[in-house]
């Protein structure tokens, strides 16, 4: 499974119901951008667990917020130097 093909998978989802799902997205706060959706959509579309890829996006996320976190402390005491 590649990048590309999951990129490809959600042009199975017709644009009005992306739009609805993108929609529900925003509601849920989910903080989804359309692309990304787009890609989670088109993964599952393709067999890939939903749980195991909400818990990749929690992973990353997590991931995310620990390097700005460490970039801000290392500015911070460059900057105190």
């Known amino acids: 499974l590649s990048f590309?093909?999951?990129c490809a998978g959600h042009m199975d989802t017709p644009r009005g119901d992306m739009d609805a799902?993108?929609?529900l997205s925003q509601?849920?706060?989910t903080g989804l951008d359309r692309e990304t959706l787009a890609v989670l959509i088109g993964l599952t579309e393709q067999g890939v667990n939903p749980e195991a890829l909400a818990a990749v996006v929690k992973e990353l996320r997590?991931?995310?917020a620990a390097l700005r976190a460490a970039e801000?402390?290392?500015a911070e005491a460059e900057g105190g130097s």
């Open 62 to 64: 997590r991931e995310s």
């Open 21 to 23: 799902l993108y929609d």
């Open 72 to 74: 801000a402390e290392a």
């Open 27 to 29: 509601l849920l706060e």
């Open 4 to 6: 590309s093909s999951a």
